[in-house]
Nanobody, 126 residues
Framework: QVQLQESGPGLVKPSQTLSLTCTVS??????????WNWIRQPPGKGLEWMGA???????FYSPSLKSRTSVSRDTSKNQFTLQLSSVTPEDTAVYYC??????????????????RGQGTQVTVSS
C-alpha cells in the first residue's frame, strides 16, 4: 500500500516561506508515469491544485501560484517538497500531497488521486 505523509510547520508568519515535505513509502517517486502533487483547501473553499513534479523530475505549476511556488524532490529519501514564498493569511489551508496517473491540473475531488496524505493544516498568522 502506497503511503504519503506531509510534514512541516503548522504555523507560518506572513511574508515568510512555507515549506512542506511529503515522504512516500512503498512506491518510488521515479516510477513512470506517476506525478506527485501538492493540493490545498482553504477554509470554506474548494480544492486548489498547486503544482506537481513528474517521475522524470519535470515540474508543473498552477499559473496563479507559479511566481511563488517551487516543487522539488530528493530521490535518495523518496521525498518531494513544496515551497510557497511570501505567504499571506489567504494561504491558510489544509495542504495535501498526492499521487496521480498523469498530470492533473483541474482538481475536482481528492478521489482524482489514487493515493494521498492525510493533509496538514498550515496557518499563516503573526
Amino acid at each position: 500500500q502506497v503511503q504519503l505523509q506531509e510534514s512541516g510547520p503548522g504555523l507560518v508568519k506572513p511574508s515568510q516561506t512555507l515549506s512542506l515535505t511529503c515522504t512516500v513509502s512503498s512506491a518510488s517517486i521515479r516510477t513512470n508515469p506517476y506525478y506527485w502533487n501538492w493540493i490545498r483547501q482553504p477554509p470554506g473553499k474548494g480544492l486548489e491544485w498547486m503544482g506537481a513534479i513528474a517521475y522524470s523530475g519535470s515540474t508543473f505549476y498552477s499559473p496563479s501560484l507559479k511566481s511563488r511556488t517551487s516543487v522539488s524532490r530528493d530521490t535518495s529519501k523518496n521525498q518531494f517538497t513544496l515551497q510557497l514564498s511570501s505567504v499571506t493569511p489567504e494561504d491558510t489551508a489544509v495542504y495535501y500531497c498526492a499521487r496521480s496517473w498523469g498530470l492533473i491540473r483541474n482538481v475536482r475531488s481528492l478521489t482524482d488521486f489514487d493515493f494521498r496524505g492525510q493533509g496538514t493544516q498550515v496557518t499563516v498568522s503573526s
